[in-house]
């Protein structure tokens, strides 16, 4: 297996958001390199979903998550992303590690695609499509979201369209969300009328850089919550 410490210095090597150019209306934070890979880990060697399947990462920013779950051993990612400058960074990291052919970039804006049924329905072709060329005959790869979505800080409920997204894309995911009790009844309930369920939650400390103005410390430490949730076989 990969080892946690090369991963880590690969993470540190990916170019991060632009301070010059970050919107702090898309809740743009880069994911520290060790939550990065403690999340990577989690799903990766707790749980065995990256190894050979199908990443989708919603709000992939400049690509932190999925670039790490391809140099772990998925088989492809699919990046879905609004803004045009992350874009453009994801692209220069990925070919840093020569992995932009296993990539399909997406963009979009995850709040118009998640309540269009037609959208959605094209992103999946897009992904059938992208993936008949390059998956075995034999070989069934799972279809997994992992993301780590804005926490709804700047915009009330901004998570609730990643989260409803999710759902249509694939059977099992892995969320990051902001640790508090009213948050985790509201999402239980949220993923459970969608005919998901929690299948865990597991405490993830997550270190913020001072990027904005208004951040007064350099380094902020938070404590967030990674979800997991499978479809629900009994609906
Ligand atoms: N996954 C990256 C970035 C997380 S920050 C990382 O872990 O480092 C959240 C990301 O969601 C940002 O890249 C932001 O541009 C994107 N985002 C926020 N709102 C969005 C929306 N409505 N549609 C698409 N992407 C969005």
Redesign the pocket.
Known sequence: MIKKKWLISAVESLE??NNSKI?IK??????DAIS?VDFIYFIGVDNQDIIGNIII??????????LTALLFGALSLVA????KD?IEILKTNAKQFDLLEKILIIE????EISKNETKIKEISEKITDFHKDFISNNANPSKIVI????FGIHKKG?DR?FLQLSTFLSEKIYSIHFSNEKNRIFIKKFMKERGFLIDSIHSQKLFIKGTYNFHKKNQKQIISNIYKFSKNSNE
């Open positions: 991060g958001f919107k898309l809740e743009q934070y880069t994911t990065t990462d919603i709000g992939a920013g400049t690509g932190r998550l999925g879905i992303e609004k803004d992350a979009g804006d995850v709040e993301m780590n979505p804005p901004a369209s």
